[in-house]
């Protein structure tokens, strides 16, 4: 569902946006015109990653890069030609990137990640650096991870031979738009006054067959075109008359509901069967069920931030503490989330589709009023404009109330510093103990620790560069590999596929393989793309593929 | 190595194919760079577009990439038949439609010959849909096969024609109704061109109209247009991703380095990134790698209209204009005029009268790229 398009014809950067406005909508595409990557090392795998953000139109991006232009960086590099031979690097991808899309500001700085961290200090504060986003592509060395600021998204990637992985680390990430298949709500066993007697409204004569215009009978057309929606609610009524005012709730009791509709659908009919009285009963087991708060918005709305609102808290909070109000006031919600206000298409006469469907849109409309006074309120208490959070913002997040994320990323130090913590012991012994352990692509992330370690402790140098080092490399990254084992707990040591891998790391020499960082190049890119755009849900916190056995596998590291 | 498609996956794939080393490559497609294609396709510019696909993308690269060799065709795959697609050792595919996908791999099986390991020519298939793709690898007779796993596609259902004509209830209903009813009723034998601004202009102004009558809210222009053009949503991300796997496997399977991929991935990047990769089993009585006759059970009363109009409905065959023959005799030609003269009055007689139980029936159709045999069996 794109949050708003324009209704009529389209301007020239609809026309060429179009295929991804359908995607993350005007929303999701002004927030992408003002982001400014900045990319570290203009490799293969990294001109790749700014390809895919340039394209969609990305606001500004800078190549970070004190490399010159070589003969290898041709065969790999789409981004570099013959005529960048000898240049530097970051000003020849800069160049060529900045073709794709002249709607997209390119820059470029000649230099390296340690050197700019002591003398342009500015450009990693968090008040100062014009950059918003990070995308950093090994190798860089550890103590500088653990220097990067927390409240700047990074991306840190790594691309050798055919693995590559992903670690996102971001401030607490909170979606709205999180794009969940449907946002239905349908609230049958918790109807609303209006609905409630709609329906009885519309079945007073359901059960009469009609002989004569105007008998008071329902003819088959009718009867054949009353929404599924109504039927349901009306048999739910009959059901609970005779049950002591219970609803059917265990799936036997869903299954003899069923039945209870399949008897008053009427068969002397053409066909034999009526298509609304079949809508009704599939619709049975996924919507006879109680309106529940989903754990991810109970979360959101048990999130501290929620309590503790103070004159700079985002918007997001700030609703999300005007539903947790509207759900908790008997008033309001009373136990229920705003409604969202869709229903599906079903079989109807237009006049009585668009009745119905009104009934929800109105409710939904008023639950949002009534979250939108809370928003008032909350505002003017933290002295705040109280008119600052538009009508818009407010509606949409009450449509996706139930479908909320926030995502706490967990920070860099606690993965890479040499005392690792609890969490991140945990989670790699846990992926090594698993039943799948023998394939499990946790062996790809060792190895890339170990691979880590090494480029830190030779200041930058790939294990396997020159054939000389072959054996030493292998033998140094085994240490370094059984090390990080050891820090986190893990006391068996390296099994068969992460010594496997350690070989085919030390085999690539520190080189992309032009498809790995392409791949690389269009996973990153789209995780960027969700963080940015605060629209479906990015990966918590690291994404490893192996293009060997063409698999991916996801740790929270 | 030949590549079919030069959109959104096939900008990706022909950089990475030249970028792994093949220096012979061939690309074919038939279709002209709209500027919709600029937020993805990167070898185009916006001086491009009007310019055929294939030769613009072949030139990019060719000019970028040293020592590479590419040919491009603009045109139809169809265009060219087993002797063309023979000279290659593996076809790659980035297509954007069902119909070019079962016509390749047909084809493709269709060559195999068992005496000559030669004629079998891998095929890799990459899609993609938002932020999800999928990329397999077929060996034509082998395994799994594109016809195998029809029924994995996701059927588009039909608006019932009463729905469209007298209740809309979704503003997409408006819009089918002023393209399939409205336009005919008005233009008479106008062709609608669904890339032609002021038709669509036209659809949605009726559209527009048709929902505002029934008090439907939320019709378009850009709706209007992704309802006409069946738009599917791109991004050049997903389209790195599943190029990226389609040459990784297909450089995996030439340089024999590493085992390939056995023989489906679907990557879904929605909510969080979730892969699939597995081995789709080939499927028994697959019309087209099956070799076989497949069963069909039909009621000796059925007429042959009634027939053909069961067959229309198997999400598995699609057809829309067939022609049925059997050993004996013609049973219905849909042309040419002379043929479907003689044969439409058996349209109305029934089965038991035209057939034997069990008997075969040969049915080909514009549709399908290749002959169905199906043993129609009395129940």
């Given amino acids: ?557 | 190595m030949l590549q079919s498609g030069a959109g959104g996956l096939g900008c990706e794939i022909l950089k990475n194919l030249a970028l792994s080393g093949f220096k012979d490559i061939h690309v074919i497609d038939m279709d002209t760079i709209d500027v919709s294609n600029l937020n993805r396709q990167f070898l185009f510019r916006q001086a491009d577009v009007g310019k055929p696909k294939a030769t613009v993308a072949a030139e990019f690269v060719m000019k970028r990439v040293k020592g590479v060799k590419i040919t491009p065709y603009y045109g139809a795959i169809q265009d060219k038949g087993p002797d063309y697609y023979m000279q290659f050792q593996l076809v790659i595919c980035g297509l954007d439609s069902v119909e070019a996908r079962r016509w390749i791999n047909a084809t493709l099986v269709e060559m195999v010959d068992p005496q000559n390991p030669e004629s079998l020519k891998p095929l890799i298939d990459g899609g993609t849909e938002g932020f999800k793709g999928q990329s397999r690898v077929i060996l034509p007779t082998l395994g799994s096969c594109y016809e195998c796993s029809l029924d994995m596609l996701t059927p588009r259902t039909a608006v019932p024609m009463c729905t469209l004509a007298s209740i809309p209830r979704q503003p997409a209903h408006c819009i089918e109704w002023a393209s399939i009813l409205e336009w005919p009723r008005v233009m008479g034998d106008k062709k609608l061109d669904n890339d032609d601004p002021e038709h669509i202009q036209w659809l949605y102004e009726k559209a527009l109209e048709r929902a505002r009558e029934f008090n439907i809210s939320g019709v378009t222009y850009s709706m209007t247009q992704g309802v006409v053009k069946n738009i599917i949503p791109a991004i050049a991300s997903t389209n790195a991703i599943i190029a990226a796997s389609c040459c990784n496997e297909a450089l995996k399977i030439v340089t024999s380095s590493n085992p390939y991929l056995n023989n489906y991935m679907m990557y879904i990047g929605d909510e969080g990134v979730y892969t699939h990769t597995f081995a789709h089993e080939q499927k028994d009585g697959c019309p087209v790698c099956g070799n076989m006759a497949t069963d069909f059970h039909a009621k000796a009363d059925w007429t042959l209209d009634e027939f053909i109009e069961r067959l229309k409905e198997k999400p598995d065959v699609q057809i829309k204009k067939p022609t049925l023959t059997t050993e004996r005799r013609k049973l219905y030609y849909a042309g040419p005029p002379q043929l479907n003269e003689l044969t439409k009055p058996n349209l109305d007689k029934r089965l038991k009268d035209l057939l034997d139980s069990g008997e075969e029936v040969a049915i080909t159709d514009p549709g399908l790229p290749f002959s169905l045999r199906l043993n129609v069996i009395f129940s």
């Fill in chain 1, 1 to 557: 569902m794109a949050s708003s398009i324009p209704s009529g014809a389209p301007g020239s950067r609809e026309k060429k946006y179009d295929r991804q406005l359908r995607l993350w909508g005007a929303n999701g595409q002004n927030k992408l015109e003002t982001a400014h990557i900045a990319l570290f090392n203009a490799s293969a795998t990294g001109c790749e990653i700014l390809k895919n953000l340039i394209l969609p139109c990305i606001g500004q991006f800078t190549v970070i890069d004190d490399k010159l232009v070589e003969e290898a960086d041709l065969g790999v590099n789409f981004f570099l030609d013959e005529d960048s031979l000898g240049k530097p690097r970051a000003e020849r991808a800069a160049a060529l990137l900045g073709e794709l899309n002249p709607d997209v500001m390119g820059n470029y700085i000649i230099d390296n990640f340690s050197n700019l961290l002591s003398t342009k200090p500015e450009l990693f504060e968090p008040l100062t650096t014009p950059f918003t986003h990070f995308v950093l592509v090994s190798p860089f060395p550890t103590p500088l991870l653990l220097l990067l600021p927390p409240e700047i998204p990074t991306f840190l990637v790594y691309s050798l031979g055919f693995t590559t992985s992903l670690r996102v680390s971001a401030p607490i990430h909170t979606i709205v738009e999180t794009h969940p298949d449907s946002l239905t709500d349908l609230r049958l066993l918790n109807p609303w006054s209006e609905l409630s007697s709609m329906a009885t409204e519309r079945t007073t004569n359901l059960e009469i067959q009609q002989k004569v215009d105007g008998d008071g009978g329902m003819s088959d057309h009718e009867h054949g075109h009353v929404p599924y929606l109504i039927l349901l609610l009306k048999y739910l009524e009959d059901w609970k008359q005779s049950h002591g005012g219970n609803y059917p709730a265990t799936y036997k009791e869903k299954g003899e509901f069923k039945v209870l509709i399949q008897d008053n659908m009427r068969t002397n009919v053409p066909g034999g069967s009526e298509e609304n009285y079949e809508e009704a009963i599939a619709a049975v087991l996924k919507n006879v069920r109680e309106a529940e708060v989903s754990s991810e918005t109970k979360e959101v709305l048990n999130d501290t931030k929620c309590a503790n609102l103070t004159l700079e808290t985002d918007n997001f909070w700030i609703i999300a503490r005007a539903v947790k109000d509207f759900l908790e006031n008997p008033e309001q919600g009373n136990g229920l989330l705003p409604l969202s206000g869709g229903i599906p298409d079903m079989k109807a006469e237009s006049n009585g589709y668009v009745d119905l469907q009104n009934v929800y849109k109105y409710k939904a409309r008023y639950d949002a009023s009534l979250v939108e006074k809370n928003v008032r309120t909350i505002l003017s208490s933290l002295n705040r404009d109280p008119s600052s959070i538009p009508l818009d913002e407010i509606e949409l997040f009450c449509r996706h109330s139930n479908f909320l994320r926030r995502i706490l990323y967990r920070p860099l130090p606690a993965e890479f510093s040499t005392l690792p913590d609890e969490h991140h012991k945990k989670a790699v012994c846990a992926a090594l103990s698993s039943w799948d352990a023998d394939t499990s692509l946790i062996h790809d992330y060792i190895a890339l620790r170990a691979y880590q370690s090494f480029v830190t402790e030779t200041d930058g140098r790939a294990p396997g560069d020159t054939d000389e080092t072959l054996e030493v490399d292998t033998a140094e990254m085994t240490r370094l590999a059984e090390l990080y084992l050891k820090e986190v707990g893990w006391s068996t040591g390296l099994g068969e596929r992460g010594k496997n891998m350690i070989r085919e790391v030390v085999r690539t020499g520190g080189g992309e393989l032009h498809n790995i960082a392409s791949l690389a190049g269009g996973i990153v890119a789209q995780e960027v793309i969700k963080i940015i755009t605060q629209q479906y849900v990015p990966v918590n916190n690291t994404i490893v593929f192996d293009g060997i056995s063409s698999r991916t596998g996801t740790y929270e590291l």
